[in-house]
């Protein structure tokens, strides 16, 4: 059972565009999301999070979207850079804090220069 | 920056041996989880330990898995009886006892049962 689903297992973008990463979760408890960046031979990194009271999280070129109604999140990531392509993760947990991350399969970004 | 850290960064072994895989949390946290990624699928999780004891675990947790602290450091994932599916990377993270903090990830283990 998929509670958080990745559907793109990959996306390429041009340097300088958008890049928006799709998430979307099954169970309505869920109420704190992650999003991992990982580079190969690297363990997941932290990039940025929301809490299900919040629509919208950002942080510099990165900004997280949450539709609690849809059950999806985005993460867009503008202007897109080379540095930016990794495997990209969403996590989502149903207390906050620290509880256990149930993460998507993720989606490979590859930014083109 | 303080980082978690773990050894080795690939062990080999028999199906049937027993493994021990380490890491370090960050100093100062807290809370301890072991993640695995079977290549090519997600990252799940196996066990969260505070306070000396496991918090929670998966159904992937099960006989064949234990965790320690054995000391004020290191943070050990034993798998007693390794199985070929037991292959994958293993991922330790902390994080520190105020909510809405994330996860720090290790760089993982990749262990591979022959």
């Known amino acids: 059972d998929q509670q958080v689903k990745q559907n793109s297992p990959s996306l390429s973008v041009q340097e300088g565009r958008i890049s928006i990463l799709n998430c979307d979760y099954t169970n309505s408890m869920f109420d704190y999301f992650l999003w991992y960046k990982k580079y190969p031979a690297e363990g997941p990194t932290f990039l940025i999070s929301i809490s299900s009271i919040k629509d919208k999280n950002e942080d510099g070129r990165f900004t997280v979207f949450l539709n609690k109604s849809a059950k999806h999140l985005s993460l867009h990531i503008v202007p897109s850079q080379p540095g930016d392509s990794a495997v990209y993760f969403c996590?989502?947990?149903?207390?906050?804090?620290?509880?256990?991350?149930?993460f998507g399969k993720g989606t490979r970004l590859s930014v083109i220069a | 920056e303080p980082e978690v850290t773990q050894t080795p960064s690939h062990q080999v072994t028999q199906m049937g041996q027993e493994v021990i895989l380490r890491c370090v949390p960050i100093s100062n946290h807290l809370y301890f989880y072991w993640y695995r990624q079977i290549l090519g699928q997600k990252v799940e999780f196996l066990v969260s330990f505070y306070n000396n004891e496991i918090s929670e675990k998966s159904e992937i947790f099960d006989d064949q898995f234990s965790v320690e602290r054995p000391d004020g450091s290191n943070f050990t994932l034993k798998i007693r009886s390794t199985k070929l599916e037991d292959s994958a990377m293993y991922f330790c993270a902390s994080s520190d006892s105020e909510g809405w903090n994330e996860q720090f990830f290790g760089p993982g283990t990749r262990l591979t049962v022959l």
């Open positions: 996590a989502a947990s149903d207390l906050g804090g620290n509880t256990p991350l149930v």
